[in-house]
């Protein structure tokens, strides 16, 4: 069953080590991924399972990663000293596999111990008090926006019919191009992608998520439109209610905080 669930970003500019003096003008995020990570401990998840569009993506299908174990790290960007580990959700991970192949849902299987950053960044923020929380790391497609969605409502119906409490988490960053600043410029498709997209989650307009269009979607420079998708069709139906915790771009990248409540 799902006992929580949200939109968070993975900004690297998140973690002090590497954002340094820019850290703090991302005080309405980091607020309210404070917000969150109290919201998440007291849901006591079993298993935290994260959709994250910096795993590979596959052109034909959409995926999940079962390794032994993971670790995630900052390297890339200059911090050799923060890192998480956790263990996998095995069972539940297997059970997604079958259930969605069942369901026709393209779905393939990778292991790779080492998390992308999309993943590692919200586990550091959100899990400081459930250590051992296991994972289940997914990863959307290049397959077109209904194929997402089938995704999602499969993946719905695979959690509902589980015993364990399960947070769903969609790691997203908005677009890229919202404002100008001294690494990105602005684009007319930036500041349209963070408004319509915002607007849909608040009315739950998956349809209205479908059919937004996708060549300013590739202009917008953006890396959550698909995960927020999946998440969307996943929640489809369900007794929810989005809460958006904050949104800011400081940098030209947009980042949203969103909780959805569940009743």
């Not at 993971?70 to 580990?85: I, M, N, P, S």
Request: hydrophobic share 40%; net charge negative.
């Amino acid at each position: 069953m799902i006992v929580f669930s949200a939109i968070v970003p993975h900004s690297p500019l998140l973690i002090p080590a590497i954002g340094k003096d820019k850290t703090p003008q991302l005080k309405k995020t980091l607020d309210a991924y404070t917000e969150l990570e109290h919201a998440l401990y007291v849901s006591q998840p079993d298993a935290i399972l994260l959709l994250s569009p910096h795993a590979t993506l596959y052109p034909d299908a959409f995926s999940g990663n079962m390794a032994d174990h993971f670790f995630g790290g900052l390297k890339e960007f200059g911090d050799h000293g923060t890192r998480v580990e956790v263990p996998v959700d095995f069972l539940t991970l297997d059970r997604i596999h079958r259930g969605l192949r069942e369901a026709n849902v393209p779905f393939t299987l990778t292991s790779q111990p080492e998390l992308d950053y999309g993943c590692t960044i919200p586990l550091l923020l959100l899990t400081p008090h459930l250590p051992n929380c296991p994972l289940i790391p997914l990863a959307p497609s290049l397959l077109d926006a209904n194929a997402h969605r089938a995704f999602g409502q499969a993946l719905k119906h695979i959690l509902a019919n589980e015993n364990s409490r399960i947070a769903v988490i969609a790691s997203a960053d908005l677009s890229h191009h919202v404002t100008s600043s001294a690494e990105r410029s602005d684009t007319q498709e930036g500041a349209w992608f963070d408004h319509t997209i915002r607007e849909k989650i608040a009315a739950r307009d998956v349809h209205g998520m479908l059919t937004m269009d996708q060549a300013s979607l590739e202009k917008a420079g953006q890396c959550g439109y698909r995960p927020i998708l999946v998440l969307m069709s996943l929640l489809e139906e369900m007794n929810v209610t989005p809460r958006e915790l904050s949104y800011e771009a400081p940098f030209g990248v947009g980042y949203l905080c969103e909780q959805f409540v569940l009743a």
